[in-house]
């Protein structure tokens, strides 16, 4: 049985969105930065206990003028990763609008949310104490993660964290597969059923000619 769903990323400019996402699908940093025009994505395959998923990662710009762009894009979202930078204090007042936004649009409080504190090698330029991450984690229930891109430091949690709670979620029944939640079951019998189906087609095919 594989899994497919979907992540947005959610944060301001220059807080290490596109970096986390390189890093994870390539594991490769650039000390050089190049704004995201729009909506960027990746297609990862994970593995975790012997089971797949497809996890679809969508890199959001940071820059005002490509708001609009987001609402689309929430519509089959499974869960997002909202990035702040330790060392900038704009971009972790940023934190609470774009957890209300996701949570606005999407209308279900069990859709998954990590709010990821980024750029912890720079800890003597830090302005954002972990008390304050903390904070966010009991006022908005959201997951916390501490990470470096640069050093490469957390980034393997971030997919266990989200497949952890969407499985515990969906066996319980608090979620579901649909387009709304943008999470995708395929077992080994639908495949099984898609290639006899095709099988048939092609002898009804045959036969006819």
């Given at each position: 049985m ?14 290490g969105?596109t ?32 089971k ?31 990035v ?25 409080d ?29 006022i ?13 430091i ?56």
């Amino acid at each position: 049985m594989s899994l497919t769903f979907k992540l947005i990323i959610l944060g301001d400019q220059y807080c290490g969105k596109t970096s986390i996402m390189n890093r994870i699908s390539s594991n490769t940093f650039y000390n050089t930065y190049s704004a995201t025009i729009g909506i960027d994505y990746t297609n990862i395959k994970y593995t975790k206990d012997d089971k797949e998923y497809n996890i679809v990662l969508w890199d959001t710009s940071g820059q005002e003028k490509f708001s609009f762009l987001l609402q689309s894009y929430y519509s089959n979202v499974t869960g997002a990763i909202i990035v702040y930078d330790i060392t900038n204090l704009g971009s972790f007042n940023s934190v609470k609008r774009h957890i209300d936004d996701f949570r606005h649009f999407k209308n279900n409080d069990e859709l998954p949310i990590l709010v990821i504190s980024n750029k912890i090698d720079l800890e003597k330029q830090r302005i954002i104490q972990k008390e304050e991450l903390n904070k966010i984690k009991k006022i908005y229930n959201v997951f916390v993660l501490e990470t470096s891109v640069k050093e490469n430091i957390n980034l393997e949690k971030i997919f266990d964290i989200f497949v952890d709670d969407i499985e515990d979620k969906l066996n319980d029944g608090r979620l579901n597969s649909s387009h709304e939640t943008g999470i995708k079951i395929k077992t080994k019998l639908d495949i099984y059923d898609f290639e006899l189906e095709t099988n048939k087609d092609d002898k009804k095919c045959c036969n006819i000619l």
